[in-house]
C-alpha cells in the first residue's frame, strides 16, 4: 500500500514536472519566434474592408521582404525631399591653439585608455553575446529586448570604424547582414529605439565607411518600420506590433510619449537623402508640421507636454513639460535637422527658438550651493492651463546633461552667444552634481533647491 502510494505520488510528481518543462520550453520557442515567419500572413483588406480579413499567401522565390506587404494607407503625395544648395553655417567648433607637446601626449593616453576600455567590452560581447541584442554585465548571459536583431552589434558598427578595428567591424558588418526581420524575440516593437540603434547604426556605418551593405541593410529597416506609419491620419505606432499589423487595420496610439514620436527625424530623412526615395522623409515630415502647427497651444507656450495623442492628432493637452526623460530627443533634434538639411528648412530653427525660449524660461534654475556656483540645472515644470504660470519641479536628471550640448550647438547655429552660455553652465551644472557626490558619480535623479533669484543666490544652511 505504502509503495503504490509512494508510486502514486513520485508519478504525479514527474507528470507536474514534465507539464512545467513544457510549458517553459513552449513560452521560450514563443518568445523567440514572437513573429513567426511574419510572411506566411499577407493581408488583402484595404480600408473600405473591415480589418479582420486576411488572406494566407506564401511569398516566392527567396525570403520575406517588408516592402512586399501591401500599404492599407497609401500615400497620394509625397513631400519633396529638400533639394535647395545648402546654406553657409555657422562653425561651431571652438578655434583651439595649437596643442603643446605635453597636452597631445595626455590627450593620446587617454584616448588609448577608452580605446581599450571598448575593445574589452566588445571583446565580452563577441564572447557571450553575439548577434544578440545586450549582454548581462554581471551574468555573462544575454538579452533580446530589441527584437532579437543584434542591437548592440549594429549600434557599434561606427565605434568600430572610429576607434580604428578595422578587422572586428568586417567581421561584424559580415555578421549584420544575417539579421533576419521576418522573425523577432518581442511581439512589440519599440520603432523609436529601433530607428535610433538599427536604422541609424546602419546609416552611421554607411556614412563612415560607404560600405553598401549597411545602406542595403537600412534600407531593410526603413522599409519595416515604415508599415508602422500605415495609419489612417499617416502618424506612427510607436509601440508597433508587426504581426497583428499584417491581419488586421491598425491606427495611431492615443497615448504616445512625445520624444518616440518626434525622434525619428534624422533617421528617417538621412535614408531618403541616401537613397532618393521620398516616402521616409514624406512620414516624419508630416510628424514634424504637427508639432510646429501645435507650437504655441499647449499649455507651456513653446514645449510639448511628455504625453500627446497621436490618433487625433492633439499634442497640447498633457501638463508635465521636461527636457528629461520621455522629451530629450524631441528637442536635441532640432539644431541637428537644421544642420543635416543645410538649413535650407527654417521650421527646425523656429521650433529651437521657441522650444528653448519655453525651456529657459521654466525649466532650467539655478541651484543653492555652498559656494554660490553659477550653474543651471534642467527641471520639470507643470502647466494646467495656458494662462496660468507653471509650477517648477526642481528635479534633475543625470539625462539631461545633454542639454548643455544642445544649447550650445543651438547657439552656435542660430548665432546666439547666450545659448552658448546656457549650454556652459547646464554643463558645469553636471560637473558639480559629479563633485558634490562621495564617490564622484553623478545620481541618475536628484532634487535641488532653487535660488530665489538667478543672480541673488547666498547659501542657507537652514532652508
Same mark, same amino acid.
Given at each position: 500500500?505504502?509503495s503504490?502510494?509512494?508510486y502514486?505520488?513520485?508519478?504525479?510528481?514527474?507528470a507536474?514536472?514534465?507539464?512545467?518543462?513544457n510549458?517553459?520550453r513552449?513560452e521560450?520557442k *514563443?518568445?523567440?519566434?514572437?513573429?513567426?515567419?511574419?510572411?506566411s500572413?499577407? /493581408?488583402t483588406?484595404?480600408?473600405?474592408d +473591415?480589418?479582420?480579413?486576411?488572406?494566407? !499567401? !506564401? !511569398?516566392?522565390?527567396?525570403?520575406?521582404?517588408?516592402?512586399?506587404?501591401? #500599404?492599407?494607407?497609401? *500615400?497620394?503625395?509625397?513631400?519633396?525631399?529638400?533639394?535647395?544648395?545648402?546654406?553657409?553655417l555657422?562653425?561651431?567648433?571652438?578655434?583651439?591653439?595649437? %596643442?603643446e607637446?605635453?597636452?597631445?601626449?595626455?590627450r593620446?593616453?587617454?584616448?588609448?585608455?577608452v580605446?581599450? *576600455?571598448?575593445?574589452?567590452?566588445?571583446?565580452?560581447?563577441?564572447?557571450?553575446?553575439?548577434?544578440?541584442?545586450?549582454?548581462?554585465?554581471?551574468?555573462?548571459?544575454?538579452?533580446?529586448?530589441?527584437?532579437?536583431?543584434? @542591437?548592440?552589434?549594429v549600434d557599434?558598427?561606427?565605434?568600430?570604424?572610429?576607434?580604428?578595428?578595422?578587422?572586428?567591424?568586417?567581421?561584424a558588418v559580415?555578421?549584420?547582414? %544575417?539579421?533576419?526581420?521576418? =522573425?523577432? =524575440?518581442?511581439?512589440?516593437?519599440?520603432?523609436?529605439?529601433?530607428?535610433?540603434?538599427?536604422? $541609424?547604426g546602419?546609416l552611421?556605418?554607411?556614412?563612415?565607411?560607404e560600405?553598401?551593405r549597411? &545602406?542595403?541593410?537600412?534600407?531593410?529597416f526603413?522599409?519595416?518600420?515604415?508599415?508602422?506609419f500605415?495609419?489612417?491620419?499617416?502618424?506612427?505606432? #510607436?509601440?508597433?506590433?508587426?504581426?497583428?499589423?499584417?491581419?488586421?487595420?491598425?491606427v495611431?496610439?492615443? #497615448?504616445?510619449?512625445?520624444?518616440?514620436?518626434g525622434?525619428?527625424?534624422?533617421?528617417f530623412?538621412?535614408l531618403?537623402?541616401?537613397?532618393?526615395?521620398?516616402k521616409?522623409?514624406d512620414?516624419? +515630415?508630416?510628424?514634424?508640421?504637427?508639432?510646429?502647427?501645435?507650437?504655441?497651444?499647449?499649455?507651456?507656450k513653446?514645449?510639448?507636454?511628455? *504625453?500627446?495623442?497621436?490618433r487625433?492628432?492633439?499634442?497640447?493637452?498633457?501638463? &508635465?513639460? #521636461?527636457l528629461?526623460?520621455?522629451?530629450?530627443s524631441?528637442?536635441?533634434?532640432?539644431?541637428?535637422?537644421?544642420?543635416?538639411? $543645410?538649413?535650407?528648412?527654417?521650421?527646425y530653427?523656429?521650433?529651437y527658438n521657441?522650444?528653448?525660449?519655453?525651456?529657459?524660461?521654466?525649466n &532650467?534654475?539655478?541651484?543653492? =550651493?555652498p559656494?554660490?556656483?553659477?550653474?543651471?540645472?534642467?527641471?520639470?515644470?507643470?502647466?494646467?492651463?495656458? +494662462?496660468?504660470?507653471?509650477?517648477?519641479? /526642481?528635479e534633475?536628471?543625470h539625462?539631461?546633461?545633454? @542639454?548643455?550640448?544642445?544649447?550650445?550647438?543651438?547657439?552656435?547655429?542660430?548665432?546666439?552667444?547666450?545659448?552658448?552660455?546656457?549650454?556652459?553652465? &547646464?554643463? +558645469?551644472?553636471?560637473i558639480?552634481?559629479?563633485?558634490?557626490?562621495?564617490?564622484?558619480?553623478? /545620481?541618475e535623479?536628484?532634487?535641488?533647491?532653487?535660488?530665489?533669484?538667478?543672480?541673488?543666490?547666498?547659501?542657507? %544652511?537652514?532652508?
Amino acid at each position: 500500500m505504502f509503495s503504490m502510494r509512494r508510486y502514486t505520488i513520485y508519478l504525479a510528481l514527474a507528470a507536474c514536472m514534465l507539464f512545467t518543462l513544457n510549458y517553459f520550453r513552449t513560452e521560450i520557442k *514563443v518568445a523567440s519566434t514572437a513573429i513567426p515567419r511574419i510572411g506566411s500572413i499577407i /493581408p488583402t483588406s484595404g480600408p473600405e474592408d +473591415d480589418g479582420k480579413s486576411s488572406v494566407e !499567401v !506564401v !511569398v516566392p522565390n527567396g525570403p520575406f521582404r517588408w516592402k512586399d506587404v501591401p #500599404t492599407r494607407y497609401p *500615400v497620394t503625395s509625397f513631400a519633396a525631399i529638400p533639394t535647395a544648395p545648402p546654406q553657409k553655417l555657422p562653425k561651431v567648433q571652438f578655434d583651439f591653439p595649437i %596643442e603643446e607637446t605635453q597636452a597631445a601626449a595626455t590627450r593620446k593616453v587617454r584616448q588609448a585608455a577608452v580605446r581599450a *576600455v571598448f575593445d574589452k567590452c566588445w571583446n565580452a560581447y563577441r564572447k557571450h553575446a553575439w548577434m544578440n541584442d545586450e549582454l548581462g554585465p554581471l551574468s555573462g548571459g544575454q538579452k533580446n529586448g530589441f527584437g532579437g536583431w543584434g @542591437a548592440n552589434l549594429v549600434d557599434n558598427l561606427d565605434n568600430l570604424w572610429i576607434m580604428g578595428f578595422k578587422d572586428q567591424f568586417e567581421d561584424a558588418v559580415k555578421v549584420a547582414m %544575417e539579421i533576419d526581420l521576418s =522573425t523577432a =524575440t518581442v511581439d512589440t516593437i519599440n520603432v523609436f529605439e529601433t530607428t535610433i540603434r538599427h536604422l $541609424g547604426g546602419f546609416l552611421a556605418c554607411y556614412d563612415l565607411s560607404e560600405d553598401k551593405r549597411c &545602406l542595403t541593410k537600412a534600407v531593410e529597416f526603413g522599409e519595416m518600420l515604415y508599415k508602422a506609419f500605415d495609419t489612417p491620419n499617416r502618424m506612427p505606432i #510607436t509601440r508597433w506590433k508587426p504581426q497583428l499589423s499584417m491581419q488586421a487595420q491598425q491606427v495611431a496610439d492615443e #497615448t504616445v510619449l512625445v520624444a518616440e514620436i518626434g525622434s525619428l527625424t534624422m533617421e528617417f530623412t538621412r535614408l531618403s537623402l541616401l537613397t532618393g526615395d521620398p516616402k521616409y522623409y514624406d512620414a516624419v +515630415d508630416r510628424i514634424t508640421k504637427e508639432f510646429a502647427k501645435q507650437q504655441t497651444k499647449t499649455k507651456l507656450k513653446g514645449m510639448w507636454p511628455v *504625453v500627446v495623442d497621436a490618433r487625433k492628432p492633439d499634442f497640447t493637452q498633457d501638463s &508635465l513639460f #521636461t527636457l528629461g526623460a520621455m522629451s530629450d530627443s524631441l528637442y536635441e533634434y532640432f539644431p541637428k535637422m537644421h544642420a543635416l538639411l $543645410g538649413g535650407i528648412d527654417p521650421i527646425y530653427e523656429r521650433m529651437y527658438n521657441l522650444s528653448m525660449a519655453g525651456a529657459a524660461s521654466h525649466n &532650467l534654475f539655478r541651484p543653492m =550651493t555652498p559656494k554660490n556656483d553659477n550653474i543651471l540645472v534642467a527641471g520639470k515644470s507643470r502647466s494646467h492651463h495656458i +494662462d496660468d504660470p507653471p509650477d517648477l519641479e /526642481p528635479e534633475g536628471q543625470h539625462l539631461v546633461c545633454f @542639454a548643455g550640448g544642445m544649447f550650445a550647438l543651438g547657439g552656435k547655429l542660430f548665432s546666439n552667444p547666450a545659448h552658448v552660455f546656457i549650454g556652459r553652465q &547646464l554643463t +558645469d551644472g553636471c560637473i558639480w552634481a559629479y563633485r558634490a557626490m562621495p564617490l564622484g558619480i553623478m /545620481p541618475e535623479v536628484f532634487t535641488m533647491l532653487p535660488c530665489p533669484k538667478p543672480d541673488a543666490c547666498d547659501w542657507d %544652511e537652514k532652508l
